[in-house]
């Protein structure tokens, strides 16, 4: 199994803003959940996806939301074979 990201999540203070600027810049596509969801939240695609959303090519997609609290910070969610195991292993 590669260890690597898979996902990765950005809080953002202005969705609009951070959007834009991420569109101009890479062509990113972002997509917002429908509403009627417990918070305001955008897919975000660096790769183009298939019918079940998962890339088509190598890449990693994320998603934006509103930030809540100052010490909201991007996150990395990472592929390993036991959560239990790699915690372990980063504590020593």
């Known amino acids: 199994?590669?260890?690597?990201?898979v996902h990765f999540e950005i809080p953002a203070?202005?969705?609009s803003k951070l959007k834009n600027f991420y569109e101009q810049l890479f062509a990113w596509k972002?997509?917002?959940l429908p509403s009627g969801t417990e918070m305001?939240?955008?897919t975000i695609e660096t790769v183009p996806v298939n019918e079940k959303m998962k890339p088509?090519?190598?890449g990693v997609?994320?998603?934006?939301y509103m930030k809540q609290k100052s010490e909201d910070e991007p996150i990395n969610d990472y592929s390993v074979e036991s959560v239990d195991k790699?915690?372990?292993?980063a504590k020593k």
């Open 40 to 42: 305001e939240y955008w």
């Open 30 to 32: 972002f997509n917002k």
């Open 86 to 89: 790699y915690i372990a292993k």
């Open 56 to 58: 088509t090519r190598i």
């Open 1 to 5: 199994m590669d260890h690597t990201i």
């Open 13 to 15: 203070k202005n969705m």
């Open 61 to 64: 997609n994320g998603g934006m």
